[in-house]
C-alpha cells in the first residue's frame, strides 16, 4: 500500500485513526504496531516476517548489549546484530546483483532463483541498525518490551519510503507523546501538501520522462525535456513522500526529522547534499564516516573515505553500477569542492553557482534514472546533439506546450518562495485576515484535485521500490 | 487554523467512509463504458500472492462515491491549472472531440496490408475485392499533422496492396460526417460516400436519401465525451429505416438465439449508444434479402455497422465479418463463400494503425 492511494486515504487511514483514537493512551503502540503490520503486509503478504524478524534481532541484541554493557559480550551481539541486518539486505538486495557480476567477471554460471526485493527493506535496515547502535554507544536505552522495537521498526508513516527514522529522534515519542488538533492540523496541511507533490507533479511529469526512449520522432529537445522533468519528478515525488510521512507522524504525535530543505536552490554540491535526503546525508555521517575516521586523518585517507561514503550511498540506492556510478560522480564532486571548488564557488556570482549545482544535477539524475549503459549513454547523446536527430520535433514542441505550465509551476515550488509569499500573506496588516480563508480553501481544493487524479487511475510509480 | 484543518479533514475521511459503505457496489462506468471492479472474494491465496489487494485497490478506485465528479475535477485542474491542451490525449475544436494516436509505422501497415492478401489468398481468390480506410476524425482537424500522417499511411497502403483495389475516400468525407463527441461517422451522412464507392465497386448501386425515413435520438454521448469526464452537451444521433428491412433476415452471431435487428434500440441507452446499429461489435452478422441476389462480404468494424443498412436495400446477402472477434482462419467453419461475391475491407484508421487486434 502506498500514501497515494484511495485505498490508503479513504479507507485505510480514516480506520486507523479511529481505532487509534478509540484506544486508551497506553495501549496505543499496540493499535499503530498492528495497523503498520497490515499496512505493510497489504503490500508485501509474505515479507512482512522479514520487517518482525528484523525487529526481532534488533530487540534481542540490544537488550543483550544493554545487559552485558561495557564487555565483550555487548561488542559481540553489536556485530553479530549489524551482520544479520547487513546480511538480510546482502541477500534480498544485492544477491542477484553479485551473482551477475561474479558470474561475468569469472566467466562461470551461477545460476540463482531471482530473488524478490522486500520494498522498504533499505529503510527499515538502517533504522534497526541505528536503533542497535545507538544502544550500543549509550546514546539510547534498549526497549524493554517487543513492542516499542516493533513499533518503531514498522511504524507505517516512514516505513517503505523514509525519512530514515533514528532511534534516538523518536526514542522519548515512542513510550509518550503528545496529541493535539494542532499538531493534528499541521499533520493534515504536510499529508496534503506532500499529497499534491506526489500526484499532481510528480506522476504528472513522470508520463513525460517515461516516453524519451519511445518516442517516434526523437529530438534534441525531447530528451531534455526528459532529463528536466525527471530532476523534477524525483524532488516531488521523494520530497512528497517525506511531506506525507512527517505529516502522517504528527497525526500520530511523532515528530519525524526533515529529509529535504529546498536542495535546487543550493549554490555547491556540499550544501546541496546538506538539503537532500538528510536522513540518509547524517545515517552515513554517524555511522560510516565518522567510524571510518572522517577528516581527522591523512588526506588520502580522508578522500578514501569520502568515496567509501558515497560508494555506499549509491549502492543504498539500488543494485545496479548506475546507482553506483551516481554516488561516486558525487563523491568526487565533493571533494573537489572541498578543496578548491567551494572557494571558487565563493567568488562567482550566485546564478553561476546554481546553475553549477543544477548542472551537476541534471548529468547526476540521468545516470541515476537508466540503469541500462545503452539508454543512459542514448540520452546523453541524444541530449547533446550526437544523434543523428532533429533539434525539435513536432513531438517535442507539443509536449513543450502541454507541460510548460506544469514545469513553471514545478520550477517555483522547488524554491522558497512559495512559502516565503504564505508569510508575507499572513503578516501583513491588510492582507492577513484573507491568509486563513486562502490557506484553508486552497488545502480543501488540493486535497480535491489529487483525489480527482488518483481515481482517474493516472500514472501512478512508486520509485522506492529499489531502495 | 491548524484546527480547522484537523476538523476538516477527519471529517471529510468519515464523510466519505460513511458513503462509501451506505452506498450500494455499482457495476458500470457509464461514462467510461466499463465494468466497475467490485469487492473481491477473499482467499488466503489471492491474498499471499498479491492479487487480493490489487483487487481490493482497483475496487477502491472504481467505487469511490462522487467517482465522475472527481473525474471531472482531474480534467478541469489539467486545463484550468496546468493549461494544458490535451487531457486524456483529446483536444477540442469548435466542440468536436479528437483524440491523438500513436502515429503507425510504415511496419504496422504492412502488418495490415498482409492480413488482407492472405484472407484473400485464403478465401477470395478470383473475386473482385476493395479496400478502404475510414479517416480518422483527426484527418479533419485544424491541425494538418495529422491529416499528413493519415496521408503517409495511405500511401503505405496503396503501395503495399497487389491484389486489392484501394478506394480512397478521404475527400468524400467532412468534419461535419462525425459526431462531436464520438470517434464515429453519422450514419444519414453516407449517403454521399456510398454514392461514391458505387462508382469504384461494379455491384454497388446508387441510393437515394429519400427512400429512407430517419428515426431520432437526441441524448447521445459519444466515447470522448464520457473520457473527457466534465460535462458535455447530448447530441442527434440519427438511424435510416427503408421499406426493405420489412422483409430481411439478420442473422447475428453474437446472440445466442442467433437473431438479429438492423437497430437495436435498447442499446441506445446502454453505455455506447452506437451499438444502435446492427446491436454494436459482433464476429458474424449475416443479412438476407430475398428480393435481390447480389452478395457482398464485408470485412470491418463499428463504422461498417452504421454503413451496411444502407446498403440492405441493394444485397440478396451481406455478410460482415469482423476479424478482431473471429479468427480468419475459422471462417470457413461459420461462413461458405460461393466466388461471386465482392469483398470489401472497410477498416477504421485506428484498426488499420493497430492490425494486431485482426486475428
Redesign the interface.
Known amino acids: 500500500m502506498v500514501f497515494s492511494s484511495i485505498s490508503f486515504i479513504y479507507y485505510f487511514l480514516p480506520v486507523v485513526l479511529l481505532l487509534y483514537a478509540a484506544t486508551p493512551y497506553r495501549y496505543k503502540n499496540i493499535t499503530l504496531f498492528v495497523s503498520s503490520l497490515i499496512f505493510y503486509f497489504a503490500g508485501e503478504p509474505v515479507f512482512f516476517l522479514l520487517l518482525i524478524l528484523s525487529s526481532i534481532i534488533d530487540y534481542t541484541h540490544s537488550r543483550t548489549i544493554e545487559r552485558y554493557r561495557g564487555t565483550p559480550k555487548a561488542k559481540r551481539a553489536l556485530v553479530r546484530s549489524i551482520i544479520m541486518n547487513l546480511g538480510l539486505l546482502v541477500f534480498f538486495k544485492y544477491g542477484n546483483f553479485i551473482v551477475d557480476n561474479l558470474n561475468t567477471l569469472l566467466s562461470i554460471n551461477i545460476d540463482i532463483p531471482d530473488i524478490p526485493l522486500p520494498i522498504g527493506i533499505s529503510f527499515f535496515t538502517f533504522q534497526t541498525m541505528s536503533y542497535t547502535i545507538d544502544v550500543y554507544r549509550g546514546q539510547a536505552k534498549a526497549q524493554k518490551s517487543f513492542l516499542g522495537v516493533g513499533t518503531f521498526v514498522a511504524l507505517f508513516p516512514q516505513l517503505i519510503a523514509g525519512p530514515i527514522v533514528r532511534y534516538k529522534s523518536v526514542e522519548k515519542e515512542l513510550t509518550q507523546r503528545v496529541h493535539s488538533l494542532d499538531l493534528f492540523g499541521e499533520g493534515v496541511s504536510r499529508f496534503v501538501v506532500g499529497l499534491g507533490k506526489k500526484v499532481l507533479l510528480a506522476n504528472t511529469l513522470a508520463v513525460l520522462v517515461e516516453k524519451t526512449l519511445s518516442v517516434s520522432d526523437p529530438s534534441v529537445l525531447q530528451y531534455w525535456l526528459g532529463a528536466i522533468g525527471f530532476v523534477f519528478q524525483i524532488y516531488f515525488d521523494f520530497s512528497g513522500y517525506s511531506d506525507m510521512a512527517i505529516g502522517l507522524g504528527k497525526m500520530f504525535g511523532f515528530h519525524f526529522p526533515e529529509n529535504f530543505n529546498y536542495p535546487y536552490m543550493a549554490r555547491s554540491i556540499t550544501d546541496f547534499w546538506r538539503r537532500w535526503h538528510m536522513s540518509l546525508g547524517q545515517w552515513f555521517r554517524d555511522y560510516v564516516y565518522i567510524p571510518l575516521g572522517g577528516n581527522r586523518v591523512t588526506k588520502k585517507r580522508w578522500f578514501l573515505n569520502i568515496l567509501i561514503v558515497w560508494f555506499l550511498t549509491g549502492l543504498w540506492h539500488g543494485a545496479s553500477w548506475n546507482y553506483v556510478l551516481w554516488g561516486v560522480l558525487f563523491g568526487a564532486v565533493l571533494i573537489f569542492e572541498k578543496f578548491v571548488g567551494l572557494k571558487w564557488l565563493q567568488k562567482i556570482p550566485k546564478i553561476f553557482c546554481h546553475a553549477y549545482v543544477l548542472g551537476i544535477v541534471l548529468v547526476s539524475f540521468v545516470i541515476f534514472k537508466y540503469e541500462s549503459t545503452q539508454d543512459m549513454i542514448e540520452v546523453f547523446r541524444g541530449m547533446f546533439g550526437q544523434l543523428d536527430i532533429p533539434l525539435v520535433s513536432r513531438e517535442s514542441m507539443m509536449d513543450l506546450r502541454q507541460y510548460i505550465v506544469t514545469f513553471l509551476i514545478a520550477g517555483i515550488g522547488t524554491t522558497s518562495w512559495p512559502k516565503r509569499w504564505a508569510q508575507t500573506l499572513s503578516r501583513s496588516n491588510t492582507l492577513k485576515k484573507l491568509y486563513s480563508p486562502i490557506a484553508v480553501i486552497s488545502l480543501f481544493m488540493l486535497m480535491m484535485m489529487t483525489t480527482g487524479y488518483l481515481v482517474d487511475g493516472s500514472f501512478n510509480p512508486f520509485l522506492y521500490f529499489r531502495f | ?10 471529517l ?3 464523510l ?2 460513511v458513503i ?1 459503505i451506505i452506498t450500494p457496489v455499482a457495476s458500470i462506468s457509464q461514462a467510461e463504458r466499463r465494468h466497475l471492479q467490485e469487492r473481491p472474494q477473499f482467499s488466503w491465496d489471492a ?4 492479487k487480493y ?1 490489487e483487487d ?2 482497483k475496487y ?2 472504481d467505487q ?1 462515491p462522487f ?1 465522475d465528479f ?5 480534467t478541469w ?1 489539467e486545463k484550468k ?6 487531457v486524456n490525449d483529446l483536444w477540442i475544436e469548435e466542440e468536436f472531440f479528437f483524440k491523438a494516436y ?2 503507425p ?1 510504415e511496419e504496422e501497415i504492412q502488418r495490415f496490408t498482409t492480413y488482407i492478401e492472405e484472407i484473400k489468398e485464403q478465401y477470395f481468390l478470383n473475386n473482385p475485392t476493395y479496400v478502404t480506410m475510414i479517416p480518422d476524425k483527426s484527418y479533419y482537424s485544424q491541425d494538418r ?1 495529422w491529416a499528413t500522417t493519415e496521408e503517409q499511411t495511405k500511401e503505405w497502403i496503396q503501395e503495399q496492396l497487389t491484389t486489392a483495389k484501394y478506394i480512397d475516400v478521404h475527400s468524400i468525407l467532412e468534419l461535419s460526417d462525425y459526431y462531436y463527441t464520438d470517434t464515429h461517422w453519422k450514419q444519414e451522412k453516407l449517403f454521399k460516400l456510398i454514392n461514391y464507392l458505387e462508382t469504384q465497386i461494379d455491384g454497388m448501386e446508387p441510393i437515394n436519401q429519400e427512400e429512407w425515413t430517419p428515426q431520432v435520438y437526441e441524448d447521445f454521448i459519444g466515447v470522448y465525451g464520457g473520457q473527457w ?1 466534465l460535462p458535455v452537451n447530448p447530441e442527434i444521433l440519427e438511424f435510416m429505416r427503408h421499406e426493405s428491412f420489412f422483409d430481411i433476415v439478420i442473422t447475428n452471431y453474437q446472440q445466442k438465439d442467433l437473431s438479429g435487428q438492423v437497430y437495436d434500440e435498447e442499446k441506445l441507452y446502454g453505455w455506447d449508444g452506437y451499438e444502435v446499429f446492427l446491436s454494436g461489435g459482433s464476429p458474424l452478422i449475416q443479412i438476407e434479402n430475398p428480393k435481390r441476389d447480389k452478395e457482398l462480404v464485408i470485412f470491418g468494424d463499428s463504422f461498417s455497422s452504421s454503413l451496411v443498412p444502407l446498403l440492405i436495400p441493394q444485397y440478396g446477402k451481406i455478410t460482415l465479418i469482423d476479424t478482431r472477434y473471429l479468427p480468419k482462419d475459422y471462417l470457413g467453419e461459420y461462413v461458405s463463400f460461393t466466388g461471386e461475391e465482392e469483398v470489401l475491407f472497410m477498416y477504421s484508421h485506428l484498426i488499420v494503425s493497430n492490425a494486431q487486434t485482426l486475428r
Open positions: 487554523m491548524e484546527k480547522i484543518y484537523a476538523i476538516g479533514f477527519k471529510l475521511l468519515a466519505v467512509l462509501q491474498l499471499v500472492d498479491g489487494m481490493l485497490e477502491a478506485l469511490m467517482r472527481f473525474r471531472g475535477l482531474k485542474t491549472v496546468f493549461l494544458k491542451n490535451m500513436d502515429v509505422t499533422y469526464a
